[in-house]
Structures are given as C-alpha cells and as structure tokens.
C-alpha cells in the first residue's frame, strides 16, 4: 500500500510548489493511472511513492509518504527500492547493460540476491514479462517496446510489492503500448503486484486501470473508479487532458437522446450504447 499525506513539494530551485496538499491512497493490488497535463506533478508525485524524492532531489517536503508501512523520508533509497520498482520515462537512461541478460543479472547481483537463487529468478522474470527469446539478444538490437520489457523485467526479477511506471508508452507505437498494458495486467492480476502508472494514452489507460486520479497544477482534482473520472468531461477539458472519444460520444450521446447513458471507456461499448439508444 502507498500512503500519501498532505504531500507538498517544491524543488529547491523552483519559486511554486510542484505538488500541493496531495493526498491518495493506493491500497495493494490496485491498477492506479495518473493524467494530468504537462507539468502538472505526475513525475514528481512518481518520484515521491519510490522515495526518489526527498531523498535524490533537494527542496521542501511536507507531509508524509509510506510505502508498505515504511515512511520514505526515514528510509533509505536502497530499502525502498525492494518494495517499489521504478520505470522512469527515458527508459534507456535506465539500462546501463548491453545484453538482455546482463541487466537482469545486474539488479539481481546489486540487490545480494544468493548466488543460487540468481539463475531461477532470471529465467522466471523473462518468462514472466514473456522475453524469455529474447535473453541473449543485445539492448541495441531490441525495438522500443521490446527495451521497456526488458526494463520491467530487471525490476520484476526483484520481486517488488509495487512497479511504478512513468509514461511508459510514450515512444511506443499502439500495438506495443497495449502489449505494455497487457503484461501490466498480468503482472497485476496474476503476479499481485500493485501498479501506479502515468500514461497520456487515456483510452488505453482506461481500459486496463481500476482507477484513475487527476493532477492538475500540483493537485489531485479527481480520484475515483475510471469511469466516475471520466464522465466529468468538462473537467477534463478545462485542464487540457484529451477525453477519450468514446467517453465525449457517451455524454454527447446522452445529451443530444436526452437518455441515460453510461460513460463508454471503448469503441465497442460506444457502438452497444448507440444500439441501444437507436432501438
Ligand atoms: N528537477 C526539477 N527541478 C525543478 N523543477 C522541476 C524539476 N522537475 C520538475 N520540475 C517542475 O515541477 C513541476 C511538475 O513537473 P513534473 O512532475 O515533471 O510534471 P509532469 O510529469 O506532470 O509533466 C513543473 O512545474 C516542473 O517545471
Ligand atoms: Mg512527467
């Protein structure tokens, strides 16, 4: 579980607070997605549930964050790393291996992971994120979504409670980004690991999260199941977050029939909704 309490932050360079007042609760097993538009904290609220924040980036902190019951100002960044696994946005900044196997090898010899348990921790986390073909391959070789499941990989081996993930489409073409989501899934539902992820793919984000929360200028302005979030349309255009279609088509749909319609999260319940209201 990730607690966070009147979370304030600003960066030691900054004159605003980059986050204000936040407060959330991610209980365990949760699918937790974060939008918001640019700027708006996401990054920074990501860096403050692994304890990247306060411990890497000086400014001023108030409030509290625990992970698992650990405060993260009180713990250090190699303890919290054990609860929480972290995939930063620029991905490639983060592999520092030039084999497939070499960066799972790396985190796995780093964490003191017995020398005996390291091979059947590897060949599980391949399997797991489904690389396992892919282990000898060289990190330059790979595609774009094929780096970032051998990023998730590397922390999957550690067996974190919690993977927390920043944009982690954002280079990849539809078909990888719902590969992504789909492995987040299993990783969630089948590997109880409870996941917090910022995305701008909202349909996409939709579809796979349990909830949603909303940043705007440094504050959650929304929290709840996705589609309480998405049905506040003008809330989402007054911050200048892209509605997802079939949630605009929902509420325009209920607006111009004068029914009751309930908010679409895909373009098959849309077309259901349209049917249904046609007669
Ligand atoms: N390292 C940093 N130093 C100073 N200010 C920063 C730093 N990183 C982000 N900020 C500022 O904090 C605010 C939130 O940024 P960020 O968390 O990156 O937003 P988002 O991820 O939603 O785009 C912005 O105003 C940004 O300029
Ligand atoms: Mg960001």
Do not use: W
């Amino acid at each position: 579980m990730i607690e966070v309490q009147s979370l304030t932050f600003r960066y030691e360079v900054s004159e605003r607070d980059a986050l204000r007042d936040v407060n959330l609760t991610v209980p365990d097993g949760a699918f937790l997605g974060i939008i918001g538009p640019a700027g708006a904290g996401k990054t920074t609220l990501l860096h403050c549930m692994s304890g990247i924040i306060p411990h890497a980036f000086p400014g001023d902190f108030y409030g509290a964050v625990r992970v698992g019951g650990l405060d993260t100002a009180d713990n250090r960044l190699t303890d919290l790393s054990r609860l929480v696994g972290t995939v930063f946005q620029d991905v490639d900044s983060q592999i520092i291996s030039s084999v497939v196997e070499d960066e799972i090898l790396y985190g796995l010899e780093n964490f003191g992971v017995p020398h005996e348990e390291i091979g059947d921790r590897l060949t599980a986390a391949l399997e797991q994120v489904g690389i396992s073909s892919l282990r000898e391959r060289t990190i330059a070789s790979l595609s774009g979504g094929q780096r970032q499941k051998v990023a998730i990989a590397s922390l999957v081996a550690l067996r974190p409670q919690i993977l927390v993930l920043d944009e982690p489409t954002g280079e990849l073409d539809p078909f990888s980004s719902r590969q992504i989501f789909t492995l987040l899934r299993t990783l969630n539902r089948e590997h109880g690991m409870t996941v917090v992820v910022v995305e701008q793919k909202i349909m996409l984000l939709s579809e796979f999260a349990d909830r949603l929360a909303v940043l705007n200028d440094g504050e959650i302005v929304k929290e709840g199941p996705v589609r309480g979030v998405l049905s506040d349309i003008p809330l989402l255009e007054r911050i200048g977050v892209n509605c997802p279609r079939a949630a605009l088509f929902s509420s325009l749909l209920a607006e111009k029939t004068g029914t009751e319609v309930p908010v679409c999260v895909s373009a098959e319940e849309a077309v259901e909704a349209a049917r249904r209201v046609m007669g």
